[in-house]
Structures are given as structure tokens and as C-alpha cells.
């Protein structure tokens, strides 16, 4: 079945999102229906060959700005082609949706259109994460849900653990609790709670985890509430900013440092392209009863590929079945702590 | 008045405190308390010249190690060179205490033995962080207090604005509000009330600041949570040992690489210089009555004399009175408040 891809989200829309699912057709053989503005998209197209049979198109007459409230967003634009590709998957006729437009709208409607898995009281964004391993790790959540308790932190748990062990086959995940110190009993009531849930559970939980030990790629898994690893993630980006902007500061000082930095392009290129965490594929929606990926808004055609070739991966390995056998597994733990 | 030095904290004790203070005497002229254990200082102090007049020992019999639960460090080692050094701050004998020792039990110890500054409910730590503007910008707080509340965030502000402009010289500190986004109203309950709060007060707030814009040096003080400020300062730690790790593989691969490498090395070390904050003189303890600052386990002698240093400044501007006047300024804001 085909993957439906919002062609009018992200900053150059709808150049990028059409151009990653063309590449997504001819690179991975994988269907897409294209929705948005039918005449933009139909343009758009002529710019690209392919395998018509491949490619539909699906009109939809508004769309969702990056910083549009999402109230306002869910409310008054029922015809909007994010709200569309859910329609759609709702209704079957695509086996997963990807966006690279806003994550807050997107996980809003995702979850007004296709409800949640039982047993899951909300879904969270993931990321995946480098590691000095070459390893990846998922964050959960990664900005999504605010003041989580300790009871989602476990259920966000159980998600990423599906995730990692059916999309990218690891045996047993390890999951860590993002924490300020690695003892038990450090951190606040949430972590405690949440540590001693994952800790009486049959998830492979390994402990707490600092912020300083996230790269070193020992856990699979990372949980933590929205807030922490929004911090985490784009403070992160933040200091990769800086420190980029202060070698070229210190680079231009001397002409010696700027012929090493000319012979050291290929070591930099290197460093990008393994912790470009755009080239992982987006950011899945977790918990969900479908198959949905948020990817950046700035993603390049690349990264697009990458977000679509996942959501077709996680329809492919029926991810959902997955998260809802899994999520019977944990049934009794689940009503216990919920009460 | 002289500044008490804790001898016995840190990874390489007494060697890297003692050296440190030795270099506070010799180059800052600033007169020093060594507490430890009298012999180890003794032959320690041997090995460096110094005007004797400027070095004074108090003997301690008991040390706290790093990972020791503070509790039992406050109940059972009463005699520690921390606590002795405390108990010379409050008897007026020192106008400030460092120490490399563990990070809670010195703010455990110091609220214990000096009391807080009143309209203080929770002291916090803070830690001055790089930016691209090589402006410097304090974290408050960074990792101390978990479950604060919106009013401990309003206090931290408080401590922040007066230690900017007492010790830093900045003159209006611009207060940003770490935030998962940059608008009002987004983020956690806590978030938003300490929005309300710090909006409707005389301080210089400036709004909402996302992680990935901390280094750009926008605020002066940037206010949270002791969790998220954790995860912050550590996590782009991590982020930095990171990119370090994967950089030097890269550069592994080519003989052209490890020649641009080579000749980038003063690029490099300027990169270093800049982002290093054991430079920065360690992390104040803000809201305490008295002058504390905690410095890396890791800290060399020359972190640790940038300590000293600091807590001597912190005393020469009167730092504690600074801020009891402006906690007078907002006596009606902070009792309305706690309602």
C-alpha cells in the first residue's frame, strides 16, 4: 500500500516533500500519494519522470502553517492535506502518513483522526539519535507531551522498545531513564516513580542515564517527559551551532588554520553526515493507531526519502500489531499503576 | 578577609586546591585558608613558595567523598574540611568558601550552616555557560533543586539578575525563561506560571528561550528547573565529547586529515579555550548567606584559582547584601505569590 505524503509542510514545500517522494518511488519502489494543492503538485511533478502508475495525487484545498495554532489548525482546516493524509489512512487507502510540516498539528490530528493504541494514553514524538557507537538511539518523548507522569514515561517505554526491536531490529532493547545522575533514588518524584515502574517490569531497563552519557550509545532507548528531551535535543543543536560557529571564528585567524580546515573537508563531511539526525528519517509518531513520521521542516529531498521509507518500514513490519501485542503483554502492569 | 579553600575535594586532592589557592595568593593576592588534613597540606605546601603570612591551615579530621549519600555526610562528618570551612564562613573568620568536593553535599552543608537569604525558600546552583557572542550567560538553576516551583524559578531570577550585574557588570540582565518554544504559553504547567511571573515583574525578562538558542547569548540568565538545567549542561557535554569522538575517527581515515588536523591544532585549542567552563571559576551557590562556589571534581589548579577568585569578588561586592536589597525590592511580589 502506498504512503501518503503531505506535499505542503516543511520550508520549501512543496519542492522538497514532491522530490523525496519521487526518490522514494524510484529508489525504493514505494507508492505515494501526493496531497496537497492538485495544479502546485501537478507542476511540480513535471520537473520529475517516473513510474506514473506509482504516484497518485490527492487535492486538498488549505494548509497548515509551521506556526499556526493548533487549535485553530484542528478546528477550522478539516480540509487541510495533513488533515487529508490522515483521512486517508484512516480509511486505508495509504499505509502510513509523512509530513515535514508542524509536529504539534501533526500529533494533534494524528491523534484526533486515528485515536491511540488501548492502553496508551498519549502519543509521543521519537527521535533517533546518533551514538559514538554508530548506534542509534530513540528518544522518547522528544517534545511532544508536557508534564507526563510516570505512568506515560512507562508506556512511552513499552513504544520505543516495539519500535526499536521491529523497525531497527535490535534483540532486547536497552532502556535508559534520562535522569540527572545514574543511582537510584537521584532525580525528581517522576523519575523516581518512573524508575521503580521500569525497574519491576520485564522491559530490559538498564537504569538511569545523564544527559552526558546519552552519545555514548549504551542505551537503545531513552525515556524521559517531552520537556527534558526537548531540552535535550535542541540544546544539543545549539551547542553543535556554536561550536561550529567558533572553529570558523578560530579557523579565520590564521592561514595555516584555514589550509587545514580545506584538508580536513572530508573529516567534516564525515562528522556531518553521521550526526545529521535529519538523515535518520524524521521523527515517528509513537502510539498512534497508524503509521506516521514528522520530519524536520528544514529536511532536504534526502531526509524526506528517509521519513517515507521508514513509514512504509513500520507498515511493512506492522508496527501497530506490534505496539498492541506488546501493550496486552503489559495489560495487567498497565491498569495496576494506572490506579 | 582571606577565602577558605576545601583541600580535600575534588579528583586530585590536595594537590590540584592547593595549587590552585597557591597561585590565588601569588598572582591574585588574595589571602587563603587551606582546610584539610594538616600534615598533607603541610608537605603539599612544601613543594611551592609563597608569601607565608597570606597562608593560613585549619586542620580537619574527616573527608566527604564525591559519591557519599549526603546525608550520612551531614550527620556523621561533622568535622568534614567542607563543613569546617562553612563553619569558618559563618563565624566571619573567611568571606567565602570553595571547594571541588561533591556538588549537594556542599549545598546541603552550606544551607545548613549559613541559612538561606530570607525570601529564599531554595538555594541553587549556577553555572556560567559560553556563547557565540562570547558573551557568558548564567544557568540557574543547574542541577540542585528538582520539583521546583514557578516561585523558586521567580527567587532564582532574583539571584541571577544581581549576580550578573554585581559580579559580571552587565547592566540590565536580559532573563530568559527556558522553554520547549519561544512563544508564550508553551510548555509544562510550571513553565507557564513562572512566565506569568517573571512578565508581570520589574525584571528584565525577555521571554521564552528554546535550547537550541542558549549559545546564541540573547540572555544574560537563562531560569529553570534544577532537572532540565541538568540535562542541559550535560547533555551538551555530552554533545561535545561526541562530536570530538567521531571527529578524531574521521580524521583517522586520511593522511590528509591528520595533516589538516595538525595544522588546525591552534584553531582547535582556541575552540577549547573559549567553550572550557571550568574556566569560568566553577558554579556559584546563589541564595545562600554567604559567598560558595563549587568547582568541577576535574578542575585544575587554574579553574580552581578562577574560583577563588570569584567567591573573593563575590565578597569585595558585597554580593549577599546585593541581593537581600533587591529581595527587599520585590518583598510584595514574592509574599503575594507564595499565597
Keep these: 500500500m502506498a504512503i501518503a505524503v503531505d506535499v505542503m509542510g516543511g520550508d520549501l514545500y512543496p519542492q522538497n516533500p514532491i522530490h523525496g517522494a519521487i526518490k522514494a518511488v524510484n529508489?525504493?519502489?514505494?507508492?505515494?500519494?501526493?496531497?496537497?494543492?492538485?495544479?502546485?503538485?501537478?507542476?511540480?511533478?513535471?520537473r520529475h519522470s517516473f513510474d506514473s502508475k506509482k504516484v497518485e495525487i490527492v487535492h486538498a484545498t488549505q494548509v497548515i502553517a509551521m506556526d499556526e495554532p493548533i487549535a485553530?489548525?484542528?478546528?477550522?482546516?478539516?480540509d487541510s492535506s495533513m488533515r487529508v493524509c490522515f483521512n486517508l489512512h484512516k480509511k486505508k487507502e495509504v499505509s502510513g502518513v509523512v509530513s515535514a510540516g508542524s509536529s504539534g498539528a501533526m500529533l494533534a490530528i494524528g491523534r484526533f483522526?486515528?485515536?491511540?493504541?488501548?492502553?496508551?494514553?498519549?502519543?509521543?514524538?521519537?527521535?533517533?539519535?546518533p551514538s559514538i557507537k554508530d548506534k542509534k538511539v530513540l528518544l522518547v518523548d522528544a517534545g511532544a507531551n508536557m508534564d507526563?507522569?510516570?505512568?506515560?514515561?512507562?508506556?512511552?517505554?513499552?513504544?520505543?522498545?516495539?519500535?526499536?526491536?521491529?523497525?531497527?531490529?535490535?534483540?532486547?532493547?536497552?532502556?535508559?531513564?534520562?535522569?540527572?545522575?545514574?543511582?537510584?533514588?537521584?532525580?525528581?518524584?517522576?523519575?523516581k516513580h518512573a524508575y521503580s515502574l521500569l525497574k519491576d517490569s520485564s522491559l530490559n531497563f538498564t537504569g538511569n542515564i545523564e544527559g552526558k552519557d546519552f552519545f555514548k550509545g549504551n542505551s537503545d532507548v531513552v525515556v524521559t517527559d517531552g520537556f527534558a528531551g526537548n531540552v535535550l535535543?535542541?540544546?544539543v543543536q545549539g551547542a553543535a551551532s556554536y561550536i561550529k560557529a567558533?572553529?570558523?571564528?578560530?579557523?579565520?585567524?590564521?592561514?595555516?588554520?584555514?589550509?587545514?580546515?580545506?584538508?580536513?573537508?572530508?573529516?567534516?563531511?564525515g562528522l556531518k553526515k553521521r550526526s545529521d539526525y535529519a538523515e535518520f528519517g524524521g521523527a515517528p509518531l509513537l502510539g498512534l493507531r497508524g503509521n506516521a513520521i514528522v520530519c524536520h521542516g528544514g529536511s532536504n529531498p534526502e531526509a524526506l526519502?528517509?521519513?517515507?521509507?521508514?513509514?512504509?518500514?513500520?507498515?511493512?513490519?506492522?508496527?501497530?500489531?506490534?505496539?498492541?501485542?506488546?501493550?496486552?503483554?503489559?495489560?495487567?502492569?498497565?491498569?495496576?499503576?494506572?490506579?
Design 233 to 235: 535535543l535542541k540544546s
Design 148 to 191: 507526563c507522569s510516570p505512568q506515560n514515561l512507562f508506556q512511552f517505554a513499552i513504544l520505543g522498545d516495539v519500535y526499536m526491536r521491529h523497525i531497527l531490529s535490535v534483540e532486547n532493547p536497552a532502556i535508559g531513564l534520562l535522569n540527572i545522575g545514574s543511582e537510584e533514588g537521584k532525580g525528581d518524584e517522576r523519575s
Design 27 to 46: 529508489e525504493k519502489n514505494i507508492d505515494v500519494v501526493l496531497v496537497g494543492d492538485e495544479s502546485c503538485i501537478k507542476k511540480e511533478l513535471d
Design 246 to 269: 567558533v572553529l570558523e571564528e578560530e579557523i579565520k585567524r590564521s592561514k595555516r588554520s584555514l589550509l587545514g580546515a580545506l584538508l580536513m573537508k572530508p573529516a567534516f563531511r
Design 305 to 339: 526519502l528517509f521519513g517515507i521509507n521508514f513509514a512504509h518500514w513500520a507498515a511493512e513490519a506492522h508496527l501497530v500489531e506490534r505496539m498492541e501485542e506488546k501493550i496486552l503483554e503489559f495489560q495487567d502492569t498497565l491498569s495496576r499503576i494506572q490506579g
Design 113 to 129: 483522526v486515528l485515536k491511540t493504541i488501548p492502553g496508551i494514553d498519549r502519543p509521543c514524538i521519537s527521535a533517533l539519535l
Design 72 to 78: 485553530s489548525a484542528m478546528r477550522s482546516k478539516r
